[in-house]
């Protein structure tokens, strides 16, 4: 393999779960866990993967390992593709390729000392030389800043973060070329995550480790990795250096994840970005880009120019409506509890039904732009009318976006920059690197 040679490459990988119903079993949809990533991973390089709990980060990783079998795609190892391995050749991978789970607690057998849990992969891989086992498991404990005599206790006996170290331990005890650590110091303190980030580090600067991390952690990300993705509903939506991309965001939602990075400054001030609402369901993603349903920077229709606050939260009113999912009945119990004079909500009148859902969802009591207010105050009198589909409509037609339309295509910032976002499609000196295909 050439040193420009990936150790780990992924093209195009797919996880989906089928959504199953009836004694049959009848497939009635998917779950798009991940959903179309690449990554990349070289001899001493650390990559991580970031994003919000629910991105798919996690599937990701055991994924990659084949711990579950891929629906799509390819996961290149020294330039063979795993996911085409039989059940040996899978054995010898996993020898190469090994994983440090979230919850060290659940990753051990209680009934096992240390030293067997440290042991039992050079067990499974052949080593039948008990007292060779033994003095690897020695030596590994001390590499991870344990003594050799701990192989002899259990579990319970140790602490969040010496159980890390163990597991650190038994990872590298079959002197694997990759390590792929999913959240592995998340449930820790922030003194005893630096001395394990330090020890994993040191690791990979003595055997040339290639790392994958998976974190939720900003602060872990830019600590220990050199190249870094961006994950938001099964996609990466962003990725380069770690400097670039904590420097330059090219991605909204890559801008929210930094400025939510707390400051150890209290007189220094910073805007943090507030997102709207939850993350989509990943069995049913939205069209266009992921991301439009909660990006503060939502692109305009052409001939408008709302302040970008007004924008994103008509623009939540309108989601509302196309999926059907405004309480009109709620609204119109609003206003029969905090106005007087209403008894009943038939009583209601249009005007302070309108009143009460501006309100509800921040939009002004009037937009400046005559079209754009007669067509919400169109919509809103449907809406009263309890016909949401006609309204949605009537939104559709003055207020659709192209962020909702069309699927943003990867393109290069930089040689080794890339990110998905119809904000940067206009940028003469961005590359396109593939169009925007759906499924």
């Not at 990533?37 to 994003?51: H, L, Q």
């Not at 079959?174 to 650590?181: K, M, S």
């Not at 922030?190 to 480790?209: H, K, R, Y």
């Not at 930089?414 to 499609?425: D, K, W």
């Amino acid at each position: 393999m050439s040193a420009e040679t990936p150790l780990l490459e992924v093209r195009n990988l797919k996880k989906h779960y089928p959504i199953t119903k009836g004694i049959l079993k009848r497939e009635i949809g998917r779950v798009r866990a991940v959903d179309g990533i690449d990554v990349s991973v070289r001899r001493g390089e650390t990559v991580g993967i970031v994003g919000e709990s629910g991105c798919g980060k996690s599937t990701a990783a055991t994924t990659i390992l084949q711990l579950e079998k891929a629906t799509d795609g390819q996961v290149l190892f020294d330039g063979e593709d795993v996911t085409t391995f039989s059940k040996r050749e899978l054995k010898r991978f996993r020898r190469r390729a090994q994983m440090i789970f979230q919850d060290p607690d659940s990753s051990f057998d209680p009934r096992m000392s240390i030293g067997e849990s440290v042991a039992e992969p050079l067990y499974v891989n052949g080593m039948n030389d008990r007292a060779r086992r033994r003095e690897i498991v020695g030596t590994l404990l001390e590499k991870v800043g344990l003594q050799a005599s701990d192989a002899d206790r259990y579990p319970h006996e140790f602490s969040g973060g010496q159980k890390q170290r163990i597991g650190l331990a038994r990872a590298l005890s079959v002197n694997p070329d990759l390590l792929v650590a999913d959240e592995p110091v998340s449930a820790l303190d922030v003194s005893i995550q630096a001395e394990i980030l330090s020890i994993m580090q040191d690791l990979q600067d003595e055997f040339g480790l290639g790392i994958l991390i998976i974190s939720h952690n900003l602060g872990v990300i830019r600590e220990i990795c050199d190249r870094v993705g961006v994950m938001y509903l099964g996609q990466i939506v962003e990725e380069g250096p770690t400097d670039e991309i904590f420097t330059n965001p090219q991605h909204p939602y890559t801008r929210a994840l930094i400025s939510s990075i707390p400051v150890p400054d209290p007189h220094r001030s910073r805007d943090e970005v507030t997102l709207s609402g939850d993350v989509p369901s990943p069995a049913n993603p939205p069209v266009g880009c992921r991301f439009h349903t909660r990006c503060p920077e939502i692109i305009q229709p052409d001939g408008y120019s709302f302040e970008q606050a007004t924008w994103r939260h008509l623009m939540d009113y309108i989601y509302r409506v196309h999926d059907q999912n405004i309480d009109v009945e709620s609204i119109f119990e609003g206003v029969v509890t905090e106005q007087e004079g209403y008894d009943d909500i038939e009583e209601v009148p249009l005007e302070a039904f309108e009143t009460r859902l501006r309100e509800e969802f921040e939009i002004p009591p009037s937009l400046a732009d005559g079209t754009a207010e007669q067509t919400l105050t169109d919509s809103i009198e449907l809406v009263f009318a309890h016909d949401l589909e006609e309204a949605s409509a009537v939104l559709s037609a003055e207020f659709e976006t192209v962020c909702r339309q069309e699927k943003p295509a990867e393109i290069h910032i930089e040689e080794n920059h890339r990110a998905s976002c119809h904000l940067i499609e206009q940028d003469t000196t961005a590359v396109v690197e593939s169009p925007a295909t759906d499924d």
